[in-house]
């Protein structure tokens, strides 16, 4: 009785860790869903009002309460009010918001590199460089989106075959 306890919890945990496997790629894609989200609409801010990178930034930084909007008011607050280089500062705080997230390396430079290439007071070199981005996170999206459904499965198969071949060998 107690052999065919310690193999279903066996069974049990390899499937849990591989669930887990599951949500930490779930979580990544959530999270660039959100970061689309948010650049485009930066990008209806700088496009149809009139706003630059700083201002869009800090009407941003109003819809939640979040790491990365928190990090968007303190890049407002330092560009505008202490006059720091917006590259440098996103780079900062961008990079202290992102260090925790699900994010792959890749990814996170894309995000850590945008401000590099904006035409600072020019609107149209503003949103060209955000959409440039949105195009990164897009094709990033639909290959995770793509990568996900095959990869799930196997994971799942493989973490259920792990448990029951584990519990063979115990028992």
Known sequence: MLRITGCLLVITGSIGFARSICREGKNRLEMLK?????????????????????EALWKLSDKSDDLISRAFREIYNRVYEKGESLPIVWRQQMGAALMESPLSKEEKKLILDFPACLGFMEENAQAGAVDELLREIDLHIKELT??????????????????????????
């Open 146 to 171: 793509e990568e996900q459904k095959n990869k799930n499965k196997m994971i799942m198969s493989l973490g259920t075959a792990v448990g029951v071949l584990l519990s063979i060998l115990l028992i």
């Open 34 to 54: 959100q970061m689309r989200g948010i650049f485009e609409t930066m990008k209806y801010y700088i496009t149809y009002q009139k706003a630059a990178i700083p």
